[in-house]
């Protein structure tokens, strides 16, 4: 059996691509897998916010419709950069355990920062800017595009005291041994992590590759990745709109951590088999 696996070209996606490689190919050795490369509108125009050039969307439109027009057979994502709702008969139907959540700040080393004085920190994420300004009323913010490693490079040679940054992807690319910079993640219930962060999502078509898609799936992951998408749903929100949802599963509930617009956070937890209502709640 052959499956073609789509996926954009950045060394993220690609690590990220590998692990669901991998995954399968321990459950199915015998499936040959190629992996076919992207380059999506979020990759080409990075001089612009993603807000002013289609949002989230940007990043996986191209790969959708080679989904449809049967080009692939899956497709790899990160599954906090799905916009929201996906194209008809595509579906969402497995995804890999949930990684590290949190965001970091990120700092040369030996630059220590003043918060008492005013900084620059590198984020377009209205979300990030809401929840550090929080957390350090002085800081001032400057938008920043590209991979991980512009980012990292643009922070080095002195664009920002500071970047935010997820710690999946750093984990994922083995870059928290960098010695050049100090990471220092946030704990989530102070920075509230955006919905689904630290998730890989399996796209397919609607009732396609089934068996293999249900043997790599983590179930608890799929709960908040549900769950958290929920959320996101009931309020229409757009990568403008400043929030912030985590959930886990603990003792057959769902607890989920859920901010937007303030500085309230709220907490809740409900049984798996009500996580939908348990959503609607939160979102009132």
Do not use: W
């Not at 990759?43 to 807000?51: A, F, G």
């Not at 940054?165 to 041994?177: F, P, T, V």
């Not at 769950?227 to 769902?254: Q, W, Y």
């Amino acid at each position: 059996m052959n499956i073609k696996i789509g996926t954009r070209k950045s060394k993220l996606a690609l690590a990220q691509t590998n692990m669901v490689v991998n995954e399968i190919k321990k459950h199915f050795p015998s499936i040959n897998i190629e992996v076919v490369h992207f380059t999506t509108k979020g990759d080409k125009v990075l001089n612009k916010p993603l807000i002013n050039i289609g949002g989230k969307g940007v990043f996986v439109t191209e790969i959708e419709d080679a989904l449809l027009n049967k080009e692939i057979d899956l497709a790899v994502h990160s599954a906090k950069d799905l916009p929201l709702k996906l194209q008809d008969n595509l579906t969402i139907s497995s995804v890999l355990k949930r990684g590290n959540y949190r965001d970091t700040l990120v700092t040369v080393k030996g630059k220590e920062i003043d918060f008492s004085k005013e900084t620059v920190i590198g984020t377009g994420s209205n979300r990030r800017k809401l929840a550090f300004k929080n957390l350090y009323p002085n800081a001032t913010f400057k938008d920043i595009r590209g991979n991980v490693d512009t980012r990292l490079n643009k922070l080095y040679n002195g664009e920002y005291d500071g970047i935010i940054l997820a710690m999946a992807g750093l984990e994922r690319l083995d870059l928290l041994s960098d010695s050049r910079f100090t990471f220092t993640p946030f704990d989530y219930k102070d920075f509230v992590p955006a919905p689904c962060q630290g998730i890989i999502a399996i796209e397919s078509r609607n009732n396609d590759l089934t068996e293999i898609l249900s043997k790599i799936n983590h179930k608890d992951t799929f709960y908040s990745f549900q769950t958290e998408r929920h959320i996101l749903n009931i309020l229409n929100a757009d990568c403008g709109m400043p929030l912030g949802a985590h959930s886990f599963v603990e003792n057959n509930k769902i607890n989920v951590v859920y901010t937007s617009d303030s500085k309230e956070i709220i907490t809740k937890s409900d049984l798996i088999e009500n996580r939908f209502n348990l959503a609607e709640s939160v979102v009132r």
